[in-house]
């Protein structure tokens, strides 16, 4: 293509609103265009790269039989009253009504849709296993849309299905979509982690993400450099603390007056104790109902591990007045000792290992020191509860731990019979019995992948592209193309490179060299090709790679060698 | 692909709801589902057509070089406001508001976003003209949606605007489009006609509609055998009467008592005189503003006409309280002559060649003889108002014309500068003066069109595909799979085939072969190869075209021959 027939509008100025390197480079590339908050119009360079990882995506998807289908955007309320969904995923759906006054929502993803067919027009384990896919737009009402596509309230997306007959092929199938997803990352060029994770309002069994690993990535995970554990901090499991035995006498508990210290670390200074003697207690609202949690005063909650214990959907710290009314003190002063009511105690692995500790008294201005666990308070559950942390150990090798940020890219979920049940999605197996599909399903953010790999590849002159994914793979720069000598030549080049099947950009504008240059930087092209007087006085032309600094000189002739060979080295 | 490992679910029923043969044959041949009223889900069978039509459309858009781009389907307010639409558009929008109250609607076009891209982006002429497009899902809240796909509430569309900088270069890049639709329908394979239409919603100073003949057509065309001249019945503008000159003497007129008769035919039988004597006199509403509109009793008022020629936005018959304000008497008795007030008058032209016409008295139960234009009444403007009847003459050759009812596929317009203007997107000229876009813009209903295609093309085993569309080119049907000597065969040709870059779909079902049959003709394949024990003995298979009877035995090594030869002059 030539660079004159190309809607492209390259900025050289920062975007007020850009908040990554993504961000600001897509925008300044002009591959993308914001239209309102966490919306994006796709410019034909940005489209181009979009296709390329939709087709490398689509490719991986065909060679484990996933089959292609397009479903509606707008998903008619009936359906998600079936799973339960339209009540439970909240403001983040957005949901309209049609002339009739009928409801409908825009899909942020289709379980329902997909089972609603498979139960339809499935019948037997004979055609099983299925795996169906598609690429669509999906819509999530984002309370603060950012990083631009990243984050965006409407964005291209991946989701594919699958249903099989027993737990072993949905294993296994999990298994080749695993790998897929891995292919796809490689293809990608990412350095990335696949993780364990938790499964949020998509639910099942459970769970993968794919992470790219970014500083500016919004998510954390943890892997163990040994056994090759990776995890999402929060799912991360975290080993009990090894028990030392009651090494200690157990003392006998004691108020003490702690007069306006609400703190762990107030308290600890106070009394001069170490925080790690320390018992947080804190009141939960957990699907309204509130629960004392307990954790050693160094450690933090995982709220997400706390939900998945507790079994429920919603879950908040509880305000003044219920502290007050569980604990019969204000905020500060809590503890599981000593509690007026009868209140649901869960407590962290951490607890149990505690001696002689110190919480609240359940008095305004009191601690209580020197209380033990199953003597002076017992817990309902003893569990992991807590966030991992930098000097925790792998749980399953014990080796250490690194935490890196990561960009999710994929997710693959095992469902297990979430959505069949409720949906009554059955088959009838070998013996002619009914039974429930076992379900996964696999999301891949299509245009967040292409902000990822930006993410990833770049340096301050602009993006550099891999060249699977490369809006256009070479680029071919005449100083000026005005001059006869010089389109000849490049024209000659252009077509030499377009016969060979090579993706190549003319830019045949009337620009200074030097902002020639910066373009193509800024886009990223992984070859570029400059024609110039004194190149072609020696029948050569300039040859450069975005992603280093050197040029060489090479002979006309050899432009499709050299190209071709430079291009499967990139 | 293998017919066991595709997700194809024929239907032997006939849908209830399905309203069309495109529709019926769409459902039963598995290629979509329905989701719900005017929502349909495409499953991979229907998909794999429908990405060969998206593909025949974006090589035609490339080829006059346009750009795809891809644009949000969540479209904020503030760009309908800028243009009007968003009061304008009424119920056909859906509308939504995000959690923080911002007001969207899904897109039904995308007029104002492409406006407000093209008029941050470009500055100069020097890049005009600018075509760009895209493929896209537009939704439109149907009253009542029906005909499957063809009328939906959510389709896949290809919407594409062009810029420009003169009237002259809109008008040739216009003529681009238009042969570029022409080759789109011809390498559809259909029957079809381009013709004149109205602007509707989206306005503008002329517009086409590409138009694919089909007796279940919504729509009506009129077309000139001799001179090609075709348009939409809306749009058909019809001659003036051959004015006779005043032949008659102008007799005085009189008014004739005509106790409850109220229509033409009434009041014509029982005053002995021809309906063709008398002038209809509507009250209409234009803008809430009362009109009369005045046309010969035999003729039909064509409310588009009518609107254009007003300049209004909306129209509607006025009802009887209004045409008493305005007459003076009840709903049957208006007329042009002895109005009690002030009313526009408008007449289409039959009026202008009416002599001692008959019309209402503006009177209960009284009706006026012998009333002529310019003498006893005088309209403000006499024009062409009427629908066009089958005894009409091409208004360019004067020639018979024909009727037939087709189906919308594309709508080419011509803007001019009513989005620019209002959007106040401009460029600057030659001159450095600034100045308005003149735009066009051109859609393609691409769901439509493979429904348009099976409505043309069909017998009542099924779809009848051309080459082009056909989801797969071949079917080869084993008869028994599980033969050791069949499968062999049926696997070597399939290979074959494959090896030359055909579309092969291999029934490999443990099916009876008049199932395989029945699905193959459903299904529309256009070439079915038959391998049974009796071809296979003479080291031959049996070919058949889908839209022929015949069959042929064909020697198993010239099957590539055969059949590269039977698609390429199907």
Redesign the interface.
């Known amino acids: 293509m030539k660079l004159s ?3 492209l ?1 390259t900025k050289r100025e920062i975007p007020s609103d850009a908040d990554t390197v993504s961000h600001i480079l897509m925008i300044r590339s002009g591959m993308i ?1 914001k ?2 908050s966490g ?6 360079l940005g ?1 181009r790269t ?1 296709r390329k990882v939709e087709q490398i995506i689509r490719e991986e998807m065909d060679r484990i ?1 996933g ?10 309320k009936e359906l998600w009253m079936e799973t339960g969904r339209w009540n439970v995923y909240g ?1 983040e759906l ?3 009504k ?2 009739k006054d ?1 409801e409908f929502c ?1 899909g942020p993803t289709h379980e329902e ?1 997909i089972t ?2 498979v139960r ?3 019948r037997s384990y004979k055609e099983l296993p ?1 795996m ?1 896919y598609q690429f669509g ?1 999906k ?1 999530r ?1 984002e ?1 603060r849309p950012r990083f631009g596509v990243m984050r965006a ?2 964005f291209l997306m991946k989701d594919a299905y699958s249903f099989h007959a027993d737990e072993q092929d949905t294993d296994s199938y999990y298994q080749q979509v695993f790998e897929a997803y891995n292919k796809i990352c490689t293809r990608c060029g990412f350095k990335y982690r696949a993780v364990e994770a938790t499964t949020g309002a998509i639910g099942g069994k459970f769970s993968h993400e794919f992470m790219v690993l970014a500083e500016t990535g919004e998510e954390e995970i943890v892997w163990c450099t040994e056994c090759g554990w990776a995890s999402n901090t929060e799912k991360a499991g975290c080993l009990p603390p090894i028990q030392q035995g009651n090494t200690d006498e157990l003392l006998k508990p004691e108020e003490v007056h702690t007069p306006n210290m609400r703190t762990v670390e107030e308290v600890a200074a106070f009394l001069k104790a170490a925080p790690d003697k320390f018992i947080k207690s804190l009141i939960y609202l957990a699907d309204n109902i509130p629960v004392m949690v307990l954790i050693q005063g160094i450690y933090e909650i995982n709220e997400h591990k706390l939900m998945e214990h507790l079994g429920c959907t919603e879950l908040m710290l509880a305000g003044p007045k219920t502290i007050e009314t569980v604990t019969g003190a204000p905020l500060g002063f809590a503890g599981p000792v000593n509690l007026p009511g009868k209140v649901k105690i869960v407590a962290d692995y951490t607890v149990a290992a505690l001696q002689n500790a110190i919480s609240g008294a359940n008095k305004k201005d009191y601690h209580i020191k020197n209380i033990n666990i199953n003597k002076d308070f017992i817990p309902e559950s003893v569990t992991d509860l807590r966030k991992i942390i930098k000097t925790d150990t792998c749980p399953g090798c014990k080796k250490p731990v690194t935490f890196n940020r990561g960009i999710e890219v994929g997710h693959t979920f095992k469902l297990g019979t979430k959505y069949s049940k409720s949906m009554k999605a059955t088959f009838l197996d070998k013996n002619g019995k009914e039974q429930f599909y076992i379900m996964g399903c696999y999301g891949i953010g299509v245009s967040r992948i292409v902000a990822a790999v930006i993410e990833q590849s770049n340096d301050t002159n602009g993006i550099i592209w891999p060249v699977n994914l490369a809006p256009f793979t070479v680029i071919i720069t005449p100083v000026d193309y005005k001059d006869v000598k010089l389109k000849e030549v490049s024209d000659s080049v252009y077509k030499k490179l377009q016969e060979n099947n090579i993706d190549v950009l003319l830019d045949d504008r009337d620009e200074r060299p030097g902002v020639k240059f910066k373009d193509a930087d800024l886009t990223g092209i992984p070859v570029r090709i400059t024609v110039s007087k004194k190149t072609v006085e020696n029948n050569q032309v300039e040859f450069k790679l975005r992603k280093s600094p050197d040029m060489k000189m090479i002979d006309i002739p050899k432009i499709i060698e050299t190209t071709t060979y430079e291009l499967s080295h990139y």
Do not use: C, G
């Open positions: 027939s190309l809607f509008h265009r239209l309102t919306s994006y119009e796709w410019m034909p489209l979009l039989n089959q292609e289908v397009s479903l509606p955007l707008l998903l008619p403001k957005f949901r309209l049609d002339r009928a825009l849709i609603d067919i339809n027009e499935v299925l169906l737009a819509f009402d309370i309230k409407e």
